[in-house]
């Protein structure tokens, strides 16, 4: 059973966490880098309007105005002044603890001055200019040049407080509608799981309708593949009750003292027939199952096509001879070898047989063949019985399928041969292909890479 996540662990609040997370990141992110921007464009301005400030009494001072009027002009704003003459500091207490030696220094040497520094514990800017009868200063407080900021700040904070508000909301629906597809497809995935073949509405994302498209198609196939197997089941079930009910009606007939003494050899063939066929119908469906389960065992070795062909034809003509149907042998001139399982190679071999002789009716040809195809050795038994439509070809090796379509109305087996043939070449790294054969029936090709001369423990 899937584990149930509490909320906290759903993709949706996963989702939603992040964006407010980064919504809140962003926001407080976008506040504080404002805050420093508008605070230096704002400290900026105020040294620029200090300074031009500054250039206007010192050229006013140069023009032959008295310094003491000249600074009396800006003495009532918040912008202080004092005067410098011949080493001399006056002016307002500020600026005069502004003017250090230093800029006194710098005066007389003719060099303007423009500096932000702290003042009796205060923070000002410093704007002095030299003048031809020594210079002039001009401080103002940080705070009172910085004015337009605390009116500004609040105003800029409550702005991103609301953006950052309506970018969370949106991003919750984000996360809602992107968490929202993806739970429908984990809820069908979960009842597919249960056994529900349901289909997936398919919406949302383009990589979510694939998505989607994939459930469905998958629960379809699992429903098919089911269909087939319940079919498969009950069809073999029926095959295998035809041989118990032979079996079963004989045995209490020889239990009833109820078979004649002369009968007695005749019912116990019958019953070693029918044991015997329900014996291989046993052994199939256990190949079969072990084969899909990859639990089959394998002796891979060197197996020449020549003589298993061969060993295999004579077997198979006096069989053939037994139902009336002409056999073919056609071995070639060289031998091949292959890499393959020798015992599984021949199962699969008989099975082909077993199955065209089962189909075709007497008077036609079965042919076993062998030869080289490219750097194949390829083993084909054709047969001149019904044959296969160009459909039955496409699903000759799916397990039952010929079985359902021809149950009833020709000779079948159990629906399991073909299915292991497949099986068993292909887990030897061969390929076997259903075709039609030009006997008129139906031809069935095993095809396996041959070992060349160099891999070969003997020559060719």
Request: hydrophobic share 45%.
């Amino acid at each position: 059973m899937r584990p149930r996540l509490g909320w906290l662990g759903s993709l949706g609040t996963r989702l939603a966490v992040a964006m407010v997370a980064l919504v809140v990141v962003t926001a407080t992110a976008t506040a504080i880098s404002g805050v420093v921007l508008l605070r230096r464009a704002d400290d900026s301005a105020g040294r620029r309007g200090l300074a031009m400030v500054a250039d206007s009494v010192a050229a006013q001072v140069s023009a032959g105005a008295n310094a003491a009027e000249a600074a009396s002009t800006v003495g009532t704003s918040t912008v202080r002044v004092a005067v410098v003459t011949r080493g001399r500091v006056t002016g307002e207490q500020l600026a005069r603890s502004a003017t250090t030696p230093d800029v006194v220094e710098l005066l007389d040497a003719g060099k303007p001055v423009s500096k932000r520094s702290t003042v009796q514990g205060v923070t000002v800017f410093i704007e002095g200019r030299p003048t031809n009868q020594g210079g002039v200063v001009l401080v103002q407080r940080r705070a009172d040049a910085l004015g337009l900021v605390d009116q500004v700040v609040p105003q800029w904070l409550w702005l991103v407080a609301g953006i950052g508000v309506l970018a969370g909301v949106v991003g919750l629906l984000l996360a809602w509608r992107v968490a929202r597809p993806i739970r429908r497809l984990s809820d069908a995935m979960t009842a597919l799981s249960a056994g529900e073949r349901r289909a997936v509405t398919v919406g949302g994302p383009t990589e979510v309708q694939a998505l989607a498209e994939e459930i469905n198609l998958l629960s379809a196939q699992l429903a098919h593949a089911e269909a087939r197997q319940r079919e498969f089941l009950v069809s073999v079930s029926h095959d295998l009750r035809t041989p118990l009910a032979t079996i079963a009606g004989y045995a209490e007939s020889l239990s009833d003292d109820a078979v004649p003494s002369h009968e007695l050899a005749g019912v116990g063939r019958v019953l070693a027939d029918e044991s015997a066929r329900l014996d291989r119908m046993v052994a199939d469906l256990l190949d079969l199952a072990r084969a899909e389960a990859d639990e089959l065992r394998f002796q891979i070795a060197e197996v020449d096509c020549r003589e298993l062909v061969s060993d295999a034809g004579r077997v198979w003509r006096e069989r053939c001879a037994t139902a009336g149907q002409p056999f073919t042998l056609e071995l070639p001139t060289e031998h091949l070898l292959v890499s393959a399982d020798p015992q599984r190679l021949r199962q699969a071999l008989d099975g082909l047989l077993d199955n065209a002789v089962r189909v075709t009716p007497a008077g036609r040809p079965i042919v076993l063949a062998s030869t080289q195809v490219g750097p194949d050795a390829v083993i084909s038994v054709r047969d001149g019985g019904p044959g296969l439509t160009d459909d039955d070809l496409a699903v000759a090796f799916d397990r039952g399928a010929l079985h359902e379509r021809y149950r009833g109305r020709r000779q079948v087996g159990t629906g399991v041969g073909l299915a292991l043939v497949d099986r068993l070449i292909r887990r030897q790294g061969g390929t076997v292909i259903a075709a039609h054969a030009p006997e008129g029936g139906a031809s069935f090709t095993i095809s396996l890479p041959r070992l060349a001369a160099s891999e070969a423990s003997r020559p060719g």
